[in-house]
């Protein structure tokens, strides 16, 4: 009662004018009275004490000094026992509460899932993910009941995110579906979570990216708060309208209540709406865009978080302050407003107490400020500012560097903090205090207004100072008041103050990735027990010791081949899967199942042509051969009996005949036959000539026959020839046959070329065939040609030749069969030459006989050979497995390895190494080439072949040519060979030299003629 007696007195002193100077007096001398009856107690609760006049930055290090931290609230996802209930005010951090233990499904349980609560109060907006620290990059928004995943450049694309804002009405169906019968944890349809913002992430495991379970922080933007300037819910993260809320309280549906319990009337849209608008003001920043002034967040724990302490951290965000008085909340945010009232020193009551301080002791300055808060850039982990120093305050103290430290977690904006700083910074220069007593008409000033001073004394023009501090008497209503002066260049802001915000991720020392160096990569044949390349593969080796290797093969066109991991491989290993031959891969390595490894660079690598060998053929595929060909072979003699058997089958003399006996009753016939013959002494000879056309309504038909037939006493030749042309509704036929035939007292040889056309409505043949057929007493040979088409699908030439019951022949038939042309070549017969004319004989370059192929000469690029006898052989490079040649089997003086001797104009020599386990005899050939050298020593006398134990020890002499002496024997140039027999124990290097008896040895070169063990 009685504070909001006074604040009604106040008002009402404030709405006087000079006219109620009297009203006022008595007022006064009223409430004089009135207090003077209260009492000493009651009088001391009348004296209001506003505030405290220090500078900001001191205000902020008393709040520090009650146990402010720098971080975000949660960072930690906390599990188990009682948690308090949170929501987020603004924009803010959190890790969140588990509301189940992590949970895995999928094959070998490869899905992990967490369901972390993010919210106790419905609308917050999930804005960012981190996980281990790194941001997760999403693609697509995220959306209240929509899973979105990680891009695939960001954790693989191996982690999805559902965010429930609140709104929802059911339980979400993956994780019914999921985890419904879970033994642990069944998510039953009950489990909705009403009223909750959560979120489920799942991540999928690989152990190159997650080593261990991951670690979760989120970013939101809070509860939606009423905006008193427009009316309306908005999410918001401006600094008053926050510290607004605060002040109003929060009511929850339990019926808890959080925060203040503010009327509207005790905030004063003017003094609330103007600080707001001040939040919201842009500030122009370097990369050319604009940010509001004063932004902020926090989490509210609501049995651990006290709202005086949230005022105070949001108050410390934007350098302002919060003062109440009767009740009613003011607030002054960023840089101090114009003048309420304006002083001289007139105003000062004279008689009342009056101090100065002019300036702070080194112990309350300042010049260097260190600011922390936290960075949403680096998963809202704590960031500490670059410092600010200020070398000329420091000159102004003395030359000392006066530190302060700041923990600014409200304000998770980097620069803002730098504004923030700046201005605390400067602020912290203004030391001039004063303490002094105002008449009762400043008493309706409200506290953190400011008042222009102007003093003789002090000799201020217009100086702002800040009301720190009132108390009003009761008796007089005199106003004691403490201000501090204040100057709004201080909170001046321009880009050219802007510092570079740092990225906090450079800080992190990244791990120095393992690759897999020194690795040799290259082409290996797979070898069968006999030694024989039956596969291309690749080979890797000179492998480091570790557990497995992860590999992937690619091709020229950057095609990805095959890849997969080899587990305890040792030293070597090979790739075989997709692996061709005589093709070009790129392989990369690295280090199976470890983190910190990355790929190896590409090894080119061209794979050995080896194609597949008649072993790898099985009998099965032997047998499908076989059946190819005498499959073929039916086909093709089916073709030639076909076309044969048609003209056969057409029977056209029949046909005539029926055509001619129904039109002579149903249409017309006109025949005419023209004959002449000769006879004379049982000599015979005919021609007959017959021609007819025949019509009815639907079908015509005309024929031409013609025959010549002569004989003289059992012998006799005949040739005949006919032409049927028929037309009928549904078809049309043209046929030509000739016959030729001579007989003999039973031997005859016939000639028959049939001709054939058919086309009807769904069919179309032609047919061409030559039959030769010769007779002899019981012996028949016929050679028959066909050429066919039918039905435009198939279409067959042949010549097939039938001797006495062998038939012999080729043949091709082209066939379309399922939308596919089939063509087949085949030859029927025991042998298959091809021969070419050259000169005057025949060269036959291959000839297939008796189930064999014989080739006189044959470039073969690859060739698979299971078993080879040859009899001489020239080969560029020979590749034989080791231990594979039995030298004992090899003929005397058969070169097996040749050596070309080096050394010096006076020696020649090799060098021999026994690498097996047992003595080994060596019979070599030295082949000496000796010359003058035009000098005037003596010449040639002869050769000296010595084994060595060690390089021109002549320790062993093995071989001498020629005597040696100088008198007479000696000729200018001499070559030949010499052979000789040693044996070297194993392990053993010996040498095998020879030097010259006179000249020079010009070449020496040793052939190693057999080895015996």
């Keep these: 009662m009685k504070h909001l007696f006074l604040a009604a007195l106040i008002l009402f002193l404030a709405s006087s004018g000079p006219a109620d100077a009297a009203e006022v007096i008595i007022a006064i001398k009223a409430v004089a009275a009135f207090v003077g009856s209260l009492g ?31 971080g975000i609230q949660t960072e930690v996802t906390l599990t188990g026992g009682t948690n308090s209930e949170s929501f987020i005010l603004g924009y803010y951090g959190t890790a969140g509460t588990w509301v189940c233990p992590p949970l895995s499904r999928g094959d070998r349980l490869k899905v992990l899932t967490y369901v972390i609560d993010l919210a106790g109060m419905p609308g917050h907006s999930l804005e960012d993910v981190f996980v281990n620290g790194e941001k997760l990059e999403l693609d697509g928004k995220i959306k209240h009941g929509e899973t979105v995943t990680s891009k695939p450049d960001s954790f693989k694309g191996l982690v999805t995110v559902t965010y429930f804002d609140g709104s929802q009405t059911k339980a979400p169906v993956m994780m019914q579906q999921n985890y419904g019968t879970d033994p642990d944890f069944p998510w039953t349809a009950e489990m909705v979570g009403r009223g909750r913002c959560y979120v489920i992430v799942e991540f999928t495991h690989d152990a190159k990216v997650f080593s261990g379970l991951p670690r979760m922080r989120f970013g939101l933007r809070g509860l939606p708060l009423l905006d008193p300037r427009v009316g309306e819910v908005v999410q918001s993260d401006n600094l008053a309208l926050l510290a607004y809320s605060v002040l109003r309280g929060f009511e929850f549906p339990d019926g808890t209540r959080w925060g203040g319990e503010a009327s509207l009337t005790d905030l004063p849209l003017s003094v609330w709406a103007a600080a707001m608008n001040e939040a919201d003001r842009p500030i122009d920043t370097k990369d050319e865009d604009a940010e509001p002034q004063f932004r902020g967040g926090f ?4 049995a651990e978080t006290e709202p005086a302490e949230v005022l105070e951290r949001f108050m410390d965000a934007c350098t302002g302050d919060l003062s109440e008085e009767g009740g009613t909340w003011y607030v002054r945010m960023g840089a101090p407003q114009v003048p309420s009232a304006f002083l001289t020193d007139d105003d000062l009551i004279v008689d009342a107490p009056m101090s100065l301080t002019p300036f702070a002791g080194l112990a309350d300055s300042m010049n260097s400020l260190t600011l922390k808060y936290p960075n949403p850039a680096i998963a809202w982990e704590v960031s500490e500012a670059e410092r600010i120093l200020r070398p000329e305050l420091e000159t102004q103290h003395e030359g000392r560097r006066l530190s302060e430290d700041l923990s600014l977690s409200a304000c998770p904006f980097p620069l803002q903090v730098q504004r923030v700083g700046k201005a605390y910074i400067e602020d912290a220069q203004r030391d001039v205090l004063h303490s002094f007593t ?8 409200p506290p953190l207004s400011v008042v222009s001073w102007t003093s003789e004394h002090n000799q201020y023009d217009g100086k702002h100072f800040s009301i720190e501090k009132k108390v009003i008497h009761p008796h007089d209503l005199l106003a004691s008041v403490e201000v501090r002066e204040v100057d709004p260049a201080d909170h001046s802001w321009s880009t050219d103050d802007e510092l570079p915000v740092p990225d906090g991720v450079t800080q992190l020392t990244p791990p120095v990735l393992f690759i897999l160096n020194g690795v040799r990569v290259a082409p290996v044949d797979i070898l069968d027990s006999d030694g024989n390349p039956r596969r291309a593969a690749i080979e890797v080796s000179q492998i480091p010791i570790v557990e497995g290797i992860e590999w992937r093969v690619f091709d020229f066109a950057g ?3 095959a890849d997969g991991v080899a587990m305890d491989v040792g030293d070597i290993f090979l790739i075989t899967q997709g692996i061709l031959p005589g093709h070009t891969y790129f392989v990369s390595l690295r280090v199976a199942d470890e983190v910190n490894v990355d790929w190896s660079a590409w090894y080119e690598v061209n794979t050995n042509d080896v194609r597949l060998g008649p ?8 047998q499908y051969v076989d059946g190819v060909a005498v499959s073929a072979l039916n086909d093709f003699n089916g073709s030639m009996t076909y076309a044969l058997e048609k003209l056969a089958q057409v029977d056209l003399e029949n046909r005539v005949s029926g055509f001619l006996e129904t039109a002579r009753i149903e249409g017309e016939v006109n025949e005419k036959t023209e004959a002449l013959s000769s006879e004379m002494d049982g000599v015979r000879a005919d021609l007959v000539q017959n021609y007819i056309t025949a019509a009815m309504q639907d079908s015509a038909l005309a024929v031409l026959r013609t025959s010549l037939t002569a004989e003289i006493d059992g012998v006799s030749a005949s040739l005949s020839t006919s032409y049927y042309t028929i037309s009928q509704v549904n078809s049309a036929i043209s046929a030509a046959r000739t016959s030729l035939r001579s007989e003999i007292a039973g031997v005859s040889a016939t000639l028959n070329a049939d001709y054939y056309t058919i086309a009807q409505t769904n069919s179309a043949i032609s047919a061409a065939t030559t039959s030769v057929t010769s007779t002899l007493d019981s012996l028949t040979t016929t050679v028959n040609q066909v050429q066919s088409s039918v039905d435009g699908v198939k279409g067959t030439y042949g010549v097939q030749v039938n001797n006495n019951g062998v038939v012999t022949g080729f043949g091709l038939v082209s066939e379309l069969i399922n939308g596919s042309v089939s063509t087949t070549f085949t030859v029927q017969a025991d042998r298959f030459v091809v021969a070419s004319s050259s000169g005057g004989g025949a060269l036959s370059p291959f000839l297939i006989s008796g ?14 050979i299971s078993s080879a006898k040859i009899k001489a052989l020239a080969v560029d490079t020979l590749h034989i497995k080791g231990k594979a040649v039995d030298t004992r089997q090899i003929a005397e003086n058969a070169a097996t390895t040749f050596y070309e001797a080096t050394g010096g104009t006076g020696y020649k020599r090799i060098q021999i190494r026994n690498t097996h386990d047992e003595p080994i005899t060596l019979i070599i050939q030295v082949l000496y080439d000796c010359q003058d050298d035009g000098g005037s020593a003596a010449l040639f006398a002869g050769v000296k072949i010595y084994k060595e134990q060690t390089a021109g020890g002549k320790n062993n002499l093995l071989s001498s040519v020629g005597d040696g002496s100088t008198g007479g024997g000696e ?27 006179g000249r020079v040895v010009r070449r020496c070169d040793m052939i190693i003629l057999q080895r015996q063990r």
């Design 851 to 864: 189930g064999k192929v014989y080739i006189r000469d044959a470039v073969i690029r690859n060739a698979s």
């Design 971 to 997: 000729v200018a140039a001499a070559d030949g060979t010499e052979v000789v027999t040693t044996t070297i124990n194993p392990g053993i290097t010996r040498y095998i030299s020879a030097y010259p008896e």
């Design 438 to 445: 105002l008449p009762p008409d400043f008493a309706h000033l």
């Design 40 to 70: 000493v107690v009651g009088s001391a609760l009348l004296q209001l004490a506003i505030g405290s006049a220090m500078s900001m930055i001191a205000k902020s290090k008393m709040r520090k000094a009650q146990g402010q931290n720098s």
């Design 299 to 302: 989490e509210i724990k609501i």
């Design 559 to 561: 095609t990805r081949i």
């Design 615 to 622: 072993d790898d053929l099985s009998e099965e595929v032997w």
